[in-house]
C-alpha cells in the first residue's frame, strides 16, 4: 500500500512570498488532515477534510492560510503572504474515517512533511 | 479542551536498558490513545493504538498501557537499541466530534551504544 505523499520536501522563501504544499493521501481514505509542527512541538491541526468538506479549520489562520481538496481526493496547502513565525513543518496524514461511528478512530497515517524555511 | 504532556523532553539511557515514557492528558472522555515514533526529517510512524476500553497493548519489545481515570498513559520499551532513538509523541482521539487528535510535545530519546 502506497504511504501518503507530499511535496516539496523542503521549501526556502523569503518572507511576504506565497508557498504552496501538495498531498496525495492513502487510496480510499476520506478523511485528509493538514499539520504544522513547530520545532520541539507536537503537531498542530490547521484543517481536516471529510471527501470534498472541510470538517474543522478552527485553527487554521485564515487572512494568509488556504487549503483546498478537489475531488476528494489530493490536498493543497497554500500560505500567503507568508511570515517568520510560518517556519515549520507542514505535514499530511489522512485515514479511513468517513464521519460514521463505524469508521470513528481509525489510524492516521502520515507523510514526511515538508520543512518550510521563511527567511 | 484536552491538554496532553509527556515528561521529560529528552531522555538518555544504555543500550540494554529498559525505559518508560509518560504521557498525561487532562480529559479523561477519549476515544483512544496512540503512540507515534518520529524519527528527523520524518512524518510519524504510528507505534501502538489502545482503545479507551483496554488497558494495553504490545507490539514487539514494546508495550503501551492506558489509565484513563487518572489521565495517563506510558510506552514501555524493553532492550532498547541505538536504533530506538527518536522522539516519540503521543496523541489522544476525542470521544466526540471531528475525529481531533492532541498531540503532547514529545520525548526525544537518544539510546547510547
Known amino acids: 500500500e502506497a504511504g501518503v505523499a507530499q511535496s516539496p520536501r523542503y521549501k526556502i522563501i523569503e518572507k511576504r512570498q506565497s508557498v504552496a504544499f501538495w498531498c496525495n493521501p492513502i487510496s480510499g481514505h476520506a478523511t485528509l488532515y493538514w499539520y504544522q509542527q513547530i520545532l520541539g512541538q507536537g503537531p498542530k491541526l490547521l484543517i481536516q477534510?471529510?471527501?470534498?468538506?472541510?470538517?474543522?479549520d478552527s485553527q487554521l489562520p485564515k487572512d494568509r492560510f488556504s487549503a483546498e481538496r478537489l475531488k476528494g481526493v489530493d490536498s493543497t496547502l497554500k500560505i500567503q503572504p507568508a511570515k517568520l513565525e510560518d517556519s515549520a513543518v507542514y505535514l499530511c496524514?489522512?485515514?479511513?474515517?468517513?464521519?460514521?461511528?463505524?469508521?470513528?478512530?481509525?489510524?492516521?497515517?502520515f507523510g514526511d512533511g515538508t520543512r518550510l524555511s521563511i527567511l | 479542551k484536552q491538554e496532553v504532556t509527556q515528561i521529560p523532553a529528552a531522555l538518555s539511557v544504555p543500550e540494554g536498558e529498559n525505559l518508560v515514557l509518560n504521557c498525561s492528558f487532562t480529559?479523561?472522555?477519549?476515544?483512544?490513545l496512540q503512540w507515534f515514533r518520529q524519527d528527523p526529517g520524518k512524518g510519524l510512524t504510528s507505534l501502538l493504538l489502545i482503545q479507551s476500553s483496554q488497558r494495553e497493548q504490545t507490539s514487539g519489545r514494546l508495550n503501551a498501557s492506558l489509565d484513563k481515570s487518572s489521565g495517563r498513559s506510558t510506552l514501555y520499551i524493553a532492550a532498547s537499541q541505538p536504533g530506538d532513538s527518536a522522539t516519540y509523541l503521543c496523541a489522544a482521539l476525542s470521544n466526540f466530534g471531528n475525529e481531533k487528535l492532541t498531540f503532547g510535545t514529545g520525548t526525544r530519546l537518544t539510546i547510547i551504544p
Open positions: 477534510f471529510q471527501n470534498n468538506g472541510v470538517v474543522d
Open positions: 480529559d479523561s472522555a477519549i476515544y483512544n
Open positions: 496524514a489522512s485515514s479511513l474515517g468517513g464521519g460514521d461511528r463505524v469508521h470513528y478512530g481509525q489510524p492516521q497515517h
